[in-house]
């Protein structure tokens, strides 16, 4: 039985072309991203296959992007606010770079941050959906790193987060 609780955790596997994958999260989060008054951008280096669970895939991407959305709602400039998903190859592995000008992830939960319930004063949040992306991504053999520069001590610096989800080309 699969269960992502007790670690059985299924996919469905199936070949698909990452260009399809990005169009249908970029239709949506453009659009939603638009009514919230933040830039969206989609860049598409890459447009081999995959061999992955498209759904799931879905789950990782829109959940990375909607956490950026919500820390530059936070931050309140979502006039100035910006998110990119940028998609390339390299050493064998497809990576999706999504990044933001949110204020950045906090240095204190950093090494935790994929672990289930960390969360950092995010309302509503359960703390379970980056270690819903971490789980998924490692079950197609790949890995989830990230940089995020914060600003904690409001000097003005230059904030935001990316993460790095790569991808083995070959299953």
């Known amino acids: 039985m699969c269960n992502f609780l007790?670690?059985?955790y299924c996919l469905e596997l199936k070949v698909q072309q990452?260009?399809?994958?990005?169009?249908e999260v970029a239709g949506f989060q453009q659009h939603d991203c638009a009514e919230k008054g933040i830039s969206f951008h989609a860049h598409v280096d890459?447009?081999?296959q995959?061999?992955?669970d498209t759904d799931k895939m879905h789950r990782v991407l829109n959940n990375l992007i909607n956490?950026?959305?919500?820390?530059?709602?936070?931050?309140?400039?979502?006039?100035q606010g910006r998110i990119s998903l940028h998609v390339s190859s390299r050493n064998g592995f497809a990576e999706f770079r999504i990044a933001d000008n949110g204020p950045g992830i906090h240095p204190d939960i950093?090494?935790?941050?994929?672990?289930?319930f960390i969360t950092r004063g995010k309302k509503n949040g359960t703390g379970l959906g980056l270690a819903i992306v971490d789980k998924i991504i490692k079950d197609h053999g790949g890995t989830v790193e990230i940089e995020s520069c914060?600003?904690?001590?409001?000097?003005?610096?230059e904030t935001g987060t990316t993460f790095l989800v790569s991808i083995p080309l070959s299953s």
């Not at 990452?18 to 169009?23: A, Q, T």
């Not at 950093?110 to 289930?116: C, I, K, V």
């Open 110 to 116: 950093r090494p935790r941050l994929f672990e289930p």
């Open 18 to 23: 990452i260009d399809k994958l990005i169009d």
């Open 6 to 8: 007790t670690g059985n």
């Open 67 to 79: 956490n950026a959305k919500e820390a530059i709602m936070e931050k309140g400039t979502a006039q």
């Open 150 to 157: 914060c600003d904690a001590g409001g000097s003005g610096h």
């Open 46 to 48: 890459y447009t081999g």
């Open 50 to 52: 995959l061999v992955i």
